[in-house]
């Protein structure tokens, strides 16, 4: 960014400093919040389209003139990949939406994605002056969308300036949200990059994990030629660890390797009947539907269709099963959670839309036992019913069984989603690297860098489980870390 476009950027630009004279805080601060148009819930049960529709033009102009744009935003503390949020915002009010669209990307390699599947009401929006004010925060992720969603359907979609190429290269392991952030940024800086994908689509878990009426896969696929656009090369069908290994990179030249390979190992429960037909993991279940298109009767491996399905867990993951199953033409579809729903990690919109489309809520009841019939299918689960206890390590009150209170519930479809862990195929594959107990590559805290001086990680890899803001942040951290240390080299 140059000096000119830093001033223009300042808060003290005369543009911001009129904007902010036209209409008082006490009156900004009156503006109630704006509420995200969405499809009518009867009609998205039952098909793949998006439920969030966006906001309007005005929608948003309004929605931005309840930003104050305060002089120590703290909204940006809780932001991982370091938004200018008052300022897009801003230029949200001011009817520039071009200039909100650029200045997300100049720290944003997803924007479009974020604004649909980044937590904001636990990250940016959790920190928003409003709420000290005891109202609601300003709505940045539905801004974040409309900035990007507008830039897309204006047709004039502006790509980020990078550096000259330095000639030096640097590889990536995984294309989801770690190594697409880390990609971008190295770009920008002159690297030339080049992203290996185990699978036949890039995207990662944006592309296999996160079902089409919460992402569509053409906003991935936006996001990803903007990539492209910047020199950033992609390699599908290569599994690093194993099509190539850490020698082989480095033969080829590549200087540094980013480690984002994700969390794709499912975990269960290990409890009797877990071997039946019809029990799999939320990872194999949205994969194939998502990825294969197992939705499809048509399809070469179609996914069983339930009627009757249980859904274990209570984070996003376990939402999306849920609400892809009822499109799937579930007659009844229950999330089964061992706590309360108050306790529950899936995002509120996500709870909210899952009740609204009708999912049930069996909350503080955890299976023991999965029953098959005669030929070997899922036909019922038993339930030991819980009562919550004193906090554990997460803060969340611990779920304790309630003696002799057994229950049982039909089902012909079970899928859990209880957590995952990280693939192992490149830690155990690059030797010498120091991993944790669960198995996650231990990395610097402050520039994750592993024990491999050349491999850098970050993502589910390294934390065993985040969210994709989290994920993208640390690909932001990894390149700065990078190019810090080669800067620093004679």
């Known amino acids: 960014m140059t000096t000119t476009d830093k001033n223009a950027l300042s808060r003290q630009a005369p543009w911001r400093v009129e904007l902010r004279k036209a209409k008082k805080n006490r009156e900004r601060a009156e503006i109630p919040r704006v509420r995200m148009n969405e499809q009518d819930a009867a009609r998205r049960s039952r098909n793949k389209e998006e439920v969030n529709l966006g906001l309007t033009p005005a929608q948003a102009m309004q929605e931005a003139v309840r930003c104050l744009d305060c002089p120590n935003p703290s909204c940006m503390e809780g932001c991982p990949v370091g938004v200018q949020i008052p300022t897009f915002i801003k230029y949200i009010e001011a009817g520039r939406f071009p200039e909100a669209a650029g200045t997300l990307k100049e720290t944003n390699a997803l924007p479009a994605v974020c604004g649909r599947v980044c937590p904001q009401e636990r990250q940016c929006e959790a920190r928003c002056i409003h709420l000290k004010m005891k109202k609601e925060a300003v709505a940045i992720g539905y801004l974040e969308r409309f900035a990007a969603d507008h830039e897309r359907e204006s047709g004039q979609i502006s790509v980020p300036k990078t550096a000259p190429s330095n000639g030096i290269r640097v590889a990536v392991a995984g294309s989801g949200p770690a190594g697409l952030s880390f990609a971008g940024d190295m770009a920008r800086m002159g690297y030339e990059v080049t992203v290996f994908e185990a699978l036949h689509r890039i995207g990662g878990v944006l592309r296999y994990g996160i079902p089409e009426f919460r992402l569509p896969k053409r906003i991935v696929d936006m996001e990803i030629d903007i990539l492209r656009q910047m020199g950033v090369r992609f390699i599908p069908n290569c599994i690093v660890g194993k099509t190539l290994s850490r020698e082989d990179l480095l033969a080829e030249g590549f200087r540094g390797i980013f480690v984002a390979g994700g969390a794709g190992l499912p975990n269960f429960m290990g409890i009797p009947g877990e071997n039946l037909l019809g029990v799999m993991s939320s990872n194999e279940y949205l994969t194939r539907v998502n990825l294969m298109e197992a939705d499809d009767p048509e399809s070469d ?15 996003n993951t376990a939402m999306d099963s849920v609400r892809t199953a009822r499109r799937l033409g579930a007659e ?33 009841h955890n299976p023991i036992e999965y029953l098959g019939d005669e030929k070997g299918r899922v036909r019922g689960m038993r339930l030991q019913k819980m009562c919550l206890g004193e906090p554990d390590a997460s803060g969340r009150r611990r779920p304790e069984p309630i003696e002799g209170a057994i229950e049982t519930l039909d089902t012909d479809e079970v899928i859990v989603s209880v957590g995952v862990s990280p693939n192992p195929l490149i830690p155990t594959a690059f030797k010498g690297l120091q991993l944790s107990e669960r198995g996650c590559i231990l990395v610097e805290e402050s520039t994750l860098r592993s024990s491999l001086g050349e491999v850098y990680a970050g993502g589910d890899i390294v934390r065993g489980g985040a969210t994709v803001i989290l994920a993208m942040g640390d690909g932001r951290r990894a390149a700065r870390a990078m190019n810090a240390a080669w800067r620093a080299e004679p």
């Open 301 to 315: 491996t179609p996914v069983w269709r339930g009627k009757n399905v249980a859904v274990i867990g209570g984070g």
């Open 332 to 364: 009844r579809a229950v999330i089964v959670y061992r706590r309360s729903e108050a306790e529950m990690p899936a995002r509120l919109e996500e709870v909210k839309h899952a009740r609204e489309e009708g999912i049930e809520f069996l909350t503080l």
